[in-house]
């Protein structure tokens, strides 16, 4: 999956990495980017608040039947395995004016999105992320599905890219994480919760009161 930033150039999707990572390495690559024992190449971006609503504000026709059933069941799975993560963050579904807006788009895989910004003009992945940002500060986001991506992969990429708009915005290339991180760069969308070092991440990126 990929993930863009609305303003500012777009930065790499993953850092390379091999073997376990311990928490601080795994911590420092999802969230700005460090490849292991070296600097940030991103800024933490972090939502100043600690509440955010999540919902699905468009439903292109494509989606009708089953993708649309399923995209709603992805939803609440995600937000439930995100809102038992343990962090300081909480997140309910709202389809009005949400903070993290998804899109069901009529646009496939490889091509250019023609909705509305952040996603507009963005090269569309099987689903991909843009956040509105001021500095370090997330003041939105927009997940985009594309019309190609099969329904056996929505679980498993809604929790992917609802935890990239909280701010965890890099993959993790390194065959290790495949089976135990949702933002492994290698994993096939097979797995549809959070590994351990995930949750480790949200947490340290959102701790709790």
Same mark, same amino acid.
């Given at each position: ?10 930065a790499q999707d993953?850092?390379d ?9 795994f911590?420092?690559l ?14 933490f971006y972090?939502?100043r ?27 609440? =799975?995600?937000?439930?395995?995100? !809102? %038992?993560?343990? $962090?300081?963050?909480? +997140?309910?579904?709202? *389809?009005?004016?949400?903070? &993290? ?8 895989r ?10 507009g ?24 599905f ?24 890099t ?8 089976? =135990?991180?949702?933002?492994?760069q !290698? %994993?096939?969308? $097979?797995?549809?919760? +959070?590994?351990?070092? *995930?949750?480790?991440?949200? &947490?340290?990126h959102?701790?709790?009161n």
């Amino acid at each position: 999956m990929c993930l863009c930033l609305a303003h500012g150039a777009q930065a790499q999707d993953f850092v390379d990495s091999s073997g376990p990572l311990d928490d601080a390495a795994f911590y420092r690559l999802v969230a700005c980017a460090a490849p292991p024992d070296g600097p940030c190449a991103k800024p933490f971006y972090k939502w100043r608040r600690t509440t955010l609503t999540v919902g699905i504000i468009t439903r292109d026709p494509s989606f009708l039947g089953g993708k649309m059933k399923r995209a709603d069941a992805a939803l609440v =799975r995600a937000l439930k395995h995100l !809102n %038992a993560a343990g $962090s300081g963050m909480s +997140l309910r579904q709202s *389809d009005t004016n949400p903070d &993290i807006a998804i899109h069901l788009l009529p646009t496939k895989r490889g091509t250019t999105i023609t909705a509305p910004a952040p996603l507009g003009g963005l090269t569309m992945a099987n689903a991909i992320t843009a956040l509105d940002v001021d500095g370090d500060t997330i003041g939105g986001a927009a997940i985009g599905f594309s019309s190609t991506m099969t329904i056996r992969q929505y679980e498993s990429v809604m929790l992917e890219e609802i935890i990239q708009a909280l701010g965890l915005i890099t993959d993790i290339q390194n065959p290790h994480y495949q089976t =135990r991180s949702i933002l492994s760069q !290698n %994993a096939d969308n $097979s797995l549809k919760t +959070l590994g351990e070092q *995930d949750k480790m991440a949200l &947490i340290r990126h959102y701790p709790p009161n």
